[in-house]
T-cell receptor
Framework: DTEVTQTPKHLVMGMTNKKSLKCEQH?????MYWYKQKAKKPPELMFV???????INESVPSRFSPECPNSSLLNLHLHALQPEDSALYLC?????????????FGSGTQLSVL | QQPVQSPQAVILREGEDAVINCSSS?????VHWYRQKHGEAPVFLMI?????EQKGHEKISASFNEKKQQSSLYLTASQLSYSGTYFC????????????FGTGTRLQVFP
């Protein structure tokens, strides 16, 4: 199994809602990532987990809260988002998070904040 | 600061060749290349390490000039399936645990 699975595929939420994005991989990877991608722009790194510990937070606003319950799962909890947070949220994984590892991406969650 | 890619867009006929460039302002440890089709996940193509190596993947190859902090992706005899947006990703020498994507190059191949 070489897939990274993200759910839901689409999400519409109001600015007062709380929702969560889920990402799962069963490749035995120990590094997992959240990227945000606006239309026609490159993916932007948000968070990196290595061995279930948060190793990188790219100064992401606190309305985004990541969680890594175990080595196969990665969540992104959303609360009080703004319309400008509407984007494609991509999850990725790699072997151990060391340099030169290829990333395996999920197909993303398209988020719309109204 | 993200790497800059050129050109921003390329239109080709099947069978034509293209070169996509990626330029960084930082000293690089490695360069990755990914292709993303519309509405899909980015897909890994190849990684190049410092040392000026060149790699190939079917009719797609790449080079990495670490002194110039640049990489180029070569697509030869393009096929319809090559259409998509190509992103380079760089790990700089002092921050190897972050992959930062370049500005992207949109490639369209027509019959």
């Amino acid at each position: 199994d070489t897939e990274v699975t993200q759910t839901p595929k689409h999400l519409v939420m109001g600015m007062t809602n709380k929702k969560s994005l889920k990402c799962e991989q069963h490749m035995g990877h120990r590094a997992m990532y959240w990227y945000k991608q606006k239309a026609k722009k490159p993916p932007e790194l948000m968070f990196v987990y290595s061995y279930e510990k948060l190793s990188i937070n790219e100064s992401v606003p606190s309305r985004f809260s990541p969680e890594c319950p175990n080595s196969s799962l990665l969540n992104l909890h959303l609360h009080a988002l703004q319309p400008e947070d509407s984007a494609l949220y991509l999850c990725a994984s790699s072997g151990t998070g060391t340099p030169n590892e290829k990333l395996f991406f999920g197909s993303g969650t398209q988020l719309s904040v109204l | 600061q993200q790497p800059v890619q050129s050109p921003q867009a390329v239109i080709l006929r099947e069978g034509e060749d293209a070169v996509i460039n990626c330029s960084s302002s930082k000293a690089l440890y490695s360069v990755h290349w990914y292709r993303q089709k519309h509405g899909e996940a980015p897909v890994f193509l190849m990684i190049l390490l410092k040392g000026g190596e060149q790699k190939g993947h079917e009719k797609i190859s790449a080079s990495f000039n670490e002194k110039k902090q640049q990489s180029s992706l070569y697509l030869t005899a393009s096929q319809l399936s090559y259409s998509g947006t190509y992103f380079c990703g760089t790990e700089d020498l002092y921050n190897t645990d972050k992959l930062i994507f370049g500005t992207g190059t949109r490639l369209q191949v027509f019959p």
